[in-house]
Structures are given as C-alpha cells and as structure tokens.
C-alpha cells in the first residue's frame, strides 16, 4: 500500500516543481513547445528513477561524510547516459534541449530526492518515489508547454487546435511569458488546494 | 577592446543569465527575499563563476580534448565545480574571515547552481578562447548579481503590500521575474547576433 502512496504523491501532493519548488530552470526554458517538454520530462524521469534506486540500495555502503560527492557522482553517470542515447537516437530533440540535458544534474530534483528520500528508505520505495515524482514532473511541463504552445503558436503537440484566423500572442513563447504563465499556475495551483 | 565591451553588454543586459536563459532560478527565488543575502548571493556567484570558467575552460582544453574524453564533460565539470567551491571556502577560511563571514553560507549552494555549470558549458558551445572565457563568464555572473539585487529590491515592498493568499511567496516571484524579463527584453535591439 506504501507503494502506491509514495507514487501517487508526485502527481499532486507533491509534484515539482509546484509543490516541490526544484527543477525551474528546465520547467521555464524547454515548455514553449509540448514535444520537448515531454522530452525533458522523461529523461529527468529516467534519471531520477535509476539514482534513486542505486542510492537506495548503496545506502548502508556510502560513508555519510562524503555521500553528496557520491550522489552527484552517480547522478551525472545517468546523465551522461541519457546525453549519450538522445545524441544516438533521437538527436533533433539533443538539439533543441541542449545545455538543459546536462543540467540535469544540477536541476536539484535528483540531488534533492537522493538526499531526502533515497537515502533513507528501501529499493521498491525509492523507485515508486522517483517515478511518481518523474511523472508528475512531466505532466507539470507537460501542461505548462500546452498552454504556451496554443497560445505562442496555437496548436498543441504540433496538432492545429485554433482557427486559423487566431492571432498568435508571441509573448507566451518568449521568456517573460514562461515566467508569468509558471506563477500563475502556481497562483492557481495553491488556491485550488486551498478550496478544499 | 570595443569586442569585449560588447560581450559584456550582451551578457549583463541582453541575454541576461536569469531572466533570458533561465539559469540560475532556484537560488533566484530562494536567496532574494532579503537585498543583504541577495548582495552576498550575488557576490559569491561572481567569485565562483569567474574562477570555474577559467578553470574549466583549461581542463576541457588541456585534459579532455587532449586525451580524447569529451564524453566526460558532464561529470568532469560538476566535479571541478564542487572542489573548486570547497577548495574557496577553506581558503577563505583562513586567509579571509570577514569575506568568509559575508559569503560564507552562500558558497555550499552555488554548486547546484545551474548558472555556474550552464555558463561553463556554453563557454565550451561557443569554442571561445581563454580570455574570451574568462570575460564572459564574469559578465555573465554580473548579470546574475545584477538580476538578483534589482529583484530583492522589488521583493521587499511584498512585506508591505497585500497580495492575494494564493499568489503569496514563489507564484508571484515568478510574475514578477517575468515582468522583470520584459524589461530586459527591451534591450534586444541593443547587440545584434
């Protein structure tokens, strides 16, 4: 039962980078367009299932006085394979993702699910936790880049939704828009919440 | 000379780090509630950034492409970034007790700082020379400094205003760098490229 809890906990209760306010430099530069929002999401995913699952069960191994040095260790190893498998396979989106897939290492979500969780509970635990979490995280951008994009360009994963007629508002696209539209959607997130 | 004066303008005011790149905004939310943390946030990040960049930009240059290992990029630099943090806090430490004093407590963040791995990297992207590297990353960071210290200024008037219950804290740091941004915008037409 403890296994569904701490997966579900990453869609809302939990989810970052509302909730868990880490990560929101990617969050702000890749959700203008959903395919790469979607990209990002999954690789932060992938990364963070497998740390925390390594971390988990290397728990009792790693000595506590140098165990930051050896999260982030482990943490840019899963980076620099994702770095590696988006370079060979699909490399439009290494493109267009850029510098924010090696900044995943820093992005802190991994770091900080290692330090607060991973390092203290079991293997299955830690990976529910880094899934749901991951997953929450996607769908986060995932919402935040569909706004953006019907907006900016009015269709949403490539696919056409408004008439033609509609007149694209180019500040959704750029920077000042990803800033306004994550806080109000924060704004929104907390008075939903607060409903309750 | 005029090269240089127009990297820097690029840096501070055009693409600025935060606002246009979006680097950096984790310690931009949580060190900007107070302009002195701000300040010393703001500093430590122009000290550490200015030395990782030269450093890095060695490393790539005489280590990594020298034998070959530029897949290691990633984690060679976040090591060299870290050691480089510790290495700076114990030097001031003991060399510098009153700048230790002043940026003491910022110097453990600035290594998950995106900025300081960002620029790093982009130092690389861009295939700039030493000097060219050291001069950005410095420029870079000052306009991070810059960023910080104008948003805390605005951020301390929140104490006193009333703001919706639901919007209170990050949700209107976030507008309010976004309105911050579109300021900065303003500056596109400055640098062209």
């Known amino acids: ?196 | 000379m005029s090269k240089f004066l127009l990297m820097v303008i690029s840096a501070v005011l055009v693409k600025n780090i935060l606002l246009a790149q979006f680097l950096g905004n984790c310690p931009f939310q949580g060190t900007s509630k107070k302009m002195d943390t701000a300040m010393g946030m703001g500093m430590a990040v122009v000290f550490v950034l200015t030395l990782a960049g030269a450093i890095t930009w060695a490393v790539q240059t005489f280590v990594l492409e020298a034998f070959d290992l530029v897949y290691l990029q990633t984690i060679v630099f976040i090591l060299v970034i870290a050691t480089l943090v510790q290495f700076v806090e114990m030097f001031m430490k003991k060399a510098m007790p009153p700048l230790y004093r002043a940026l003491g407590i910022f110097l453990p963040l600035i290594t998950t700082n995106c900025a300081v791995l960002g620029v790093c990297l982009l130092n690389i992207q861009y295939e700039y020379n030493f000097v060219n590297s050291v001069v950005f990353s410095f420029a870079s960071a000052a306009g991070f400094g810059l960023a910080l210290v104008l948003f805390a200024g605005i951020r301390e008037r929140f104490a006193i205003s009333r703001i919706p219950k639901s919007l209170e804290g990050t949700a209107l740091g976030l507008v309010t760098a976004g309105l911050m941004a579109l300021a900065f915008w303003g500056f596109t037409g400055m640098v062209k490229g």
């Open chain 1, 1 to 196: 039962m403890r296994f569904f809890q701490e997966l579900t906990k990453g869609f809302w209760k939990e989810i970052p980078p509302f909730r868990l306010v880490l990560g929101l430099c990617p969050a702000l530069a890749v959700s203008d367009l959903c395919s790469k929002a979607i990209g990002m999401g999954l690789a932060v995913t992938f990364v963070l299932v497998c740390s925390n699952v390594l971390i988990s069960a290397m728990r009792n191994v790693i000595p506590p006085k140098v165990r930051i040095a050896m999260f982030i260790i482990i943490v840019a190893t899963f980076v620099v394979i994702v770095e590696m498998v988006t370079h060979a396979f699909v490399y439009p989106l290494y493109q267009q993702l850029g510098i924010f897939i090696p900044l995943i290492v820093v992005n802190c979500i991994p770091l900080g699910r290692a330090e607060a969780f991973a390092n203290k509970n079991g293997v299955m635990l830690s990976f529910a936790d880094g899934l749901g979490l991951g997953l929450g995280y996607t769908i986060a951008l995932f919402v935040l880049a569909a706004i953006r994009e019907v907006l900016a360009v009015g269709t949403i994963y490539g696919y056409q939704v408004m008439a033609s007629s509609f007149k694209p508002f180019l500040f959704a696209k750029e920077a000042p828009g990803a800033f306004v539209f994550l806080g109000i959607l924060l704004g929104l997130m907390n008075l939903a919440s607060s409903k309750k």
